[in-house]
């Protein structure tokens, strides 16, 4: 009787981190640990979902699934839910995540619980605990019934190696093509590979201090000296001045993020941009203004011109990398 | 083009949280149209004015105040409401409840589409979107941050957020959206928007008398606030390359990130 189905998401050909993150999760809950992959040419991925202990793969590969569909992905999904019929379903809340789990839980009547950040197992109920008002509060939560959908948040557990059977099944005929309304024309993304903000593990901020778009590439080259998992992020109020994209937004009205470390320049912290940041591990603000609110919840205090720390800062660190 | 748009009232951003017992202490708060449902409202206005045709009608769940934020919805243009006035209800709805009784309301209009927020700032869900497509059984798009409607009210293209960039789709209408920032930017009610607002007709009905009966699928079982921050140490140096060096050497030395 399978305990845990969980949703391995493919971006760009490779299984994303927080799949394995749920599947180690999944595991330690004990039970059969099943995944569901969905894409074009994913067969071929399936074996390493074993390795964190998935025990059965369910192979739903074609064509029709190339792009990411809502409606196609939901449909395949929830045809292989229906046939483990687990108590949990389990998926990381990153992008597709988002639109994918609520869309699953509504087509198997039940309901969901987004963006957790971390689960504890009584019995057979799952009690899961996730921000609300970006951060200001946490609620603890729990499903009313089987099967008990839940998004947790990227970085929220560790990925454990754990040997698992990894039997391989493929779903044909996954796909009823007249139910599908929606059509990709394209997807054009961004000629980066820098992690999205709220699966980076570290971020490299900026806000009014910043004084203008031109000066946010010298926090994408501390970002990049940190490594691949490190990006960057803004205030709202360089968003709004037009300084960056708005999926750089940290905050309430933008993204809530929980990195291992957040680097914040120019940055004085408004109440909206302290919710969104305000689980990162270690938080460093680098600042003139002393009286900067960013100070009280920064575990590292530069209180000097960004326009002086962070070149310097780049220089130093540059000299560890050798 | 006949649109509705879900709308719900939340706190201000700049509301401090206070818990109390598996929810918040309401007193003192500010409350606001939730900003995301605030660009649902905008398209579905610019809609409407593109066609030259058609009615926006808001939708909300929540208790008496939440006309307040159909007020400012009508104030922006709006043209019909209907409040879901049902405290009890509203207390124990979780996302999978709110969307039945948005669903059921909706159900039964003429509509070409359904806006809404991409997710309501208090409970920070995302699920309504979703589960109203469910519900009403048409397409959802979220995060949409573009959108054209074919002239003939059959389809649309639609740009959405996704990870790293962006998606072109084509969708058949009538199709649910949820508004991302970027879409637009949305108006501020004038002083006459305000007036004509009014004498502008709400529908107000229980979820009883809308036929809901939901029983909520999640259920908060306790509330709390995180951890208190310290501010932690100011890093000492006499200038701001001495600062640099030291937070450099605490990256490596005691964070180990680099």
Same mark, same amino acid.
């Given at each position: 009787?399978? *305990? ?30 099943? /995944? ?8 071929? @991925? /399936?074996?390493? @979902?074993?390795?964190? *202990? ?7 590969? =074609? &064509? ?21 019929? &687990? %108590?949990?379903? @389990?998926? %990381? $809340?990153? /992008? ?6 609520? $869309? ?46 839940? $998004?947790?948040?990227?970085? %929220? ?5 754990? $040997? *698992? ?62 490594? &691949?998992?490190?990006?960057? =992020? ?6 709004? /001045? ?18 291992? @470390? ?5 940055? %004085? *912290? ?30 590292? =205090? ?21 | ?8 009232? !939340? ?29 649902? !409202? ?70 070409? +589409? ?82 004509? +607002? ?61």
């Amino acid at each position: 009787m399978p *305990g845990t189905l969980i949703y391995a998401e493919v971006q760009k050909g490779e299984i994303k981190k927080g799949s394995f993150e749920v599947a180690s999760k999944a595991k330690e809950f004990g039970g059969e640990v099943a /995944a569901c992959i969905i894409g074009k040419g994913v067969e071929g @991925l /399936a074996p390493q @979902l074993a390795k964190y *202990g998935v025990d059965k793969v369910y192979v739903v590969d =074609g &064509p029709e699934f190339e792009n990411y569909v809502p409606e196609a992905f939901v449909q395949a999904f929830t045809q292989v839910a229906k046939t483990v019929n &687990p %108590s949990v379903i @389990l998926a %990381s $809340a990153t /992008a597709q995540g988002k639109d994918f789990v609520p $869309a699953v839980a509504a087509r198997l009547g039940v309901g969901a619980i987004s963006d957790c950040v971390d689960l504890q197992k009584n019995g057979d109920k799952i009690t899961a605990k996730r921000p609300v008002f970006a951060g200001k509060a946490y609620a603890m939560v729990e499903a009313a019934a089987d099967p008990q959908v839940i $998004a947790v948040r990227p970085n %929220s557990f560790a990925v454990k190696e754990a $040997a *698992g059977a990894g039997a391989v099944e493929k779903v044909a005929g996954a796909l009823d093509a007249s139910k599908i309304k929606t059509v990709v024309k394209s997807v054009e993304l961004a000629q980066t590979n820098e992690p999205d903000q709220t699966e980076a593990e570290i971020i490299v901020s900026g806000g009014r201090g910043m004084k203008g778009p031109e000066n946010f590439k010298m926090l994408e080259d501390l970002a990049k000296l940190f490594g &691949p998992t490190a990006t960057t =992020g803004a205030s709202r109020a360089a968003v709004d /001045a037009g300084w960056r994209d708005h999926r750089y937004q940290v905050g309430q009205t933008g993204k809530t993020v929980g990195p291992n @470390l957040y680097v914040a320049c120019g940055i %004085s *912290g408004a109440i909206q941009h302290l919710a969104g940041m305000g689980t990162s591990k270690v938080i460093v603000a680098i600042n003139k203004d002393p009286e900067a609110p960013i100070f009280q919840k920064a575990d590292y =205090g530069v209180v000097d011109d960004l326009f002086n720390v962070v070149p310097a800062l780049i220089d130093e660190i540059k000299k560890f990398k050798g | 083009m006949n649109t509705v748009v879900c709308i719900k009232q !939340v706190p201000d951003t700049e509301t401090l949280i206070k818990i109390q017992g598996a929810g918040i202490v309401q007193d003192g708060i500010k409350w606001v149209m939730n900003p995301y449902d605030e660009f649902a !409202v905008e398209e579905a206005l610019r809609q409407k004015e593109k066609m030259a045709a058609g009615a926006v009608t808001v939708v909300s769940l929540g208790p008496d105040r939440a006309i307040e934020a159909l007020r400012t919805a009508l104030a922006m243009g709006a043209d019909t409401a209907v409040h879901i006035n049902d405290g009890a209800y509203y207390e124990k709805a979780d996302p999978a409840a709110t969307a039945a009784a948005l669903a059921a309301a909706i159900k039964g209009m003429q509509y070409d +589409a359904v806006f809404v927020g991409k997710q309501a700032i208090d409970d920070d869900s995302g699920q309504v979107p979703a589960m109203l497509g469910e519900l009403l059984g048409i397409p959802v798009v979220t995060m949409v941050i573009k959108l054209e409607v074919a002239a003939d009210k059959s389809k649309a293209t639609v740009t959405r957020e996704v990870e790293g960039g962006q998606a072109v789709l084509e969708v058949s209408l009538p199709a649910v959206f949820s508004a991302q920032k970027g879409l637009n930017e949305p108006r501020y009610a004038s002083l006459p928007g305000i007036m004509k +607002a009014k004498k502008k007709p709400v529908d107000v009905k229980t979820a009883a008398a809308l036929g809901v009966t939901d029983a909520p699928k999640t259920v908060i079982k306790e509330m709390s606030l995180p951890p208190a921050r310290q501010a932690g140490q100011k890093i000492a140096g006499d200038d701001a390359a001495a600062k640099a060096k030291e937070l450099a050497r605490i990256l490596h030395e005691v964070v180990k990130i680099v």
